[in-house]
């Protein structure tokens, strides 16, 4: 559980004798900003640890602090991720994925939740990151609590999750895909390379296979 940083500072501070009061309050006022930005740094620190863990329970307890919105939106990893990235990225452990999405709500409720359309150092949204990992579970989420556009933001390069999640074979994040975004699996990115391609490119077989029966169905759709 985190524990209230700036509280303990303030104890500290009351403690301290000065003959000056004007000295005191500007001390203190001076302390307790420095403070206050060593405890958000660490609390950032710790919900990144948790959003990676899959810990949303932990967030959401902490979620109410005075000091915790900020924290949260502020956090970043040294690729510039934010938390939302950090929870959509299932890379290990596989087991903690229900948890990480789950994570994702609990920043959103936070008021966090302009979090889950953000752009890290390569212009990657969580989406993306949820697409390359095989998180389909986070782009249902991501689609419930933000919208489908969340799934339909490109990157500098064009390139939608759909590229990505094709790019690396993971034909049940196209599943999803297709089913709330599905206009991206028919989308170009900037060198006219479609999902189908990047597939195709990475010879991942039964992704081409599905993917070409995807857009076939939505062809003959009304």
């Known amino acids: 559980m985190w524990s209230a940083l700036p509280q303990q500072e303030l104890v500290a501070l009351q403690n301290e004798r ?12 001076s302390r307790g900003k420095a ?9 950032g620190l710790w919900a990144i ?12 307890c902490v979620r109410g602090t005075g000091f915790a919105k900020d924290s949260m939106l502020k956090a970043r990893t040294a690729r510039k991720r934010t938390l939302a990235h950090v929870a959509c990225d299932i890379i290990a452990p596989r087991a903690a994925e229900k948890g990480r999405a789950e994570c994702l709500r609990v920043l ?30 986070a782009l249902r989420m991501l689609s419930e609590l933000v919208g489908d556009a969340a799934l339909l933001k490109p ?22 895909l297709h089913k709330l975004a599905a206009g991206s699996l028919e989308t170009e990115d900037n060198t006219g390379c479609t999902p189908l391609k990047a597939a195709a490119a990475s010879n991942h077989t039964a992704t081409v296979g599905a993917l070409e029966a995807m857009l076939a169905a939505e062809r003959v759709s009304p």
């Open 49 to 60: 640890a948790a959003c990676k863990a899959g810990d949303a329970g932990s967030l959401r």
């Open 35 to 43: 403070a206050r930005v060593a405890a958000c740094d660490a609390f």
């Open 155 to 176: 990157d500098p390069s064009g390139m939608l999750p759909s590229h990505l999640a094709a790019s690396q074979g993971h034909t049940s994040c196209l599943q999803v």
């Open 18 to 29: 000065y003959e000056d009061e004007a000295t005191v309050q500007k001390r203190s006022v």
């Open 108 to 137: 959103h409720d936070a008021g966090a939740g302009a979090l889950l359309s953000s752009t890290d150092a390569e212009g990657r949204t969580p989406a993306h990151v949820a697409a390359a990992c095989g998180n389909g579970l």
